[in-house]
């Protein structure tokens, strides 16, 4: 069942992090990128289109995360401590600030994007995605490495 759930966390994380680094990318082009250039691209595709499934995959992650860490808190994290792996949950408990920090910017994250655009709200935009997207690929990575580092359920 861990596995399973495992599994599923990582595969709406990926998705989450592809949706978070396109909107990324799009909130910093510059507004008068070139159409066929890499960032006219990214533009192409209005960077609120991906703020419902942001939100809805970051939720989904997150709630996933929090069952998936109750079996790690049980069956892995001993293991570490014996081990010595002390920078590993270290950075896994930066992982969890970090993630409900997420948490708690995702209402504003979803204000700012569900209103029409100016000079200010695109900083507050850019600014936000920016600590979003930071916050999912800090995850991300953290969880990949933790998971490799001792394997799950081993």
């Known amino acids: 069942m861990a596995t399973t759930l495992l599994i ?75 081990d010595r792996h002390w920078q590993g949950l270290g950075f896994l408990d930066l992982k969890e600030d970090f993630a409900a920090i ?13 209103r029409p655009v100016d000079g200010e709200s695109r900083q507050t935009r850019v600014a936000l995605t920016l600590l979003l997207a930071f916050i999912v690929w800090w995850a991300f990575l953290v969880g990949h490495v933790m998971n490799n580092i001792g394997g799950f359920g081993s």
């Open 8 to 82: 599923l966390h990582g595969l709406v994380a990926v998705a989450l992090l592809g949706a978070i680094t396109h909107q990324t990318l799009a909130a910093c082009a510059p507004p008068r990128a070139k159409p066929l250039s890499f960032f006219g691209r990214f533009r192409a595709v209005p960077g609120a289109d991906f703020t419902n499934a942001i939100v809805i995959l970051y939720l989904i992650s997150w709630l996933l995360g929090a069952v998936v860490y109750l079996y790690f808190k049980v069956d892995v994290q001993p293991n570490f401590e014996r």
């Open 102 to 114: 997420g948490l708690g910017v995702l209402p504003a994250y979803w204000f700012c994007w569900r």
